[in-house]
């Protein structure tokens, strides 16, 4: 059974960081793409960033220069490095997975997410 | 940047036919992604590359898409299909949601 659990949300200030994690298993992890979709409270699913098997890296224009996104397949896990956050970046954040090697595809599985509040 | 356009709201009564769109430039020339999230949930994939439906999906979910228009046909459609649906694409190495319908069962 494919399950992928977010961890490493919370509250934090403006300008802060937070890194988010994301645990796959049930697949074989080094044969698909990974996804980061935030969805800020009341609002609908934005695209965040994606990560090839191979380290192709895709950032939404909202958050590159501030967000970094990476993997270790030894670990089946993805990451979200969030520097100088902000209170727009507030949302719950879902890590979901291309069934491929290539970000282009339909995200079929997702996690149950993790929320981040920034606030002062 | 390509962009998306959904209805904001659908409304249907129960057991009929429920339609929403997305529209986008020559939309048909790609692959269209359904999703639908119920308050608290995940979102979960429905429709998968304009017509294909995942296995678990009921048969009622049908995916459609051409020239400037893709369509989320709900046959029959019932009080658990009440939700939220987004559609999605990629395009200029860029994950694209639409604004997402809040589909309402009568």
Redesign the interface.
Known sequence: EVQLVESGGGLVKPGESLRLSCAASGFIFSDCSMNWVRQAPGEGLEWVSSITPSDNIYYADSVKGRFTVSRDNSKNSVYLQMNSLRAEDTAVYYCARDPRPTSDYEKDYWGQGTLVTVSS | SYELTQPLSVSVALGQTARITCGGGNIGRK?V?W?H?KPG?????VV??SSYR?AGVPERFFGSNSGNTATLTISGAQVVDEA?Y?C?V?DS????????TKLTVL
């Open positions: 692959n992604h999703y999230q949930q995940a979102p979960v994939l998968y590359r995942p939220d987004y999605q990629w190495n860029t994950v694209i949601f639409g604004g997402g």
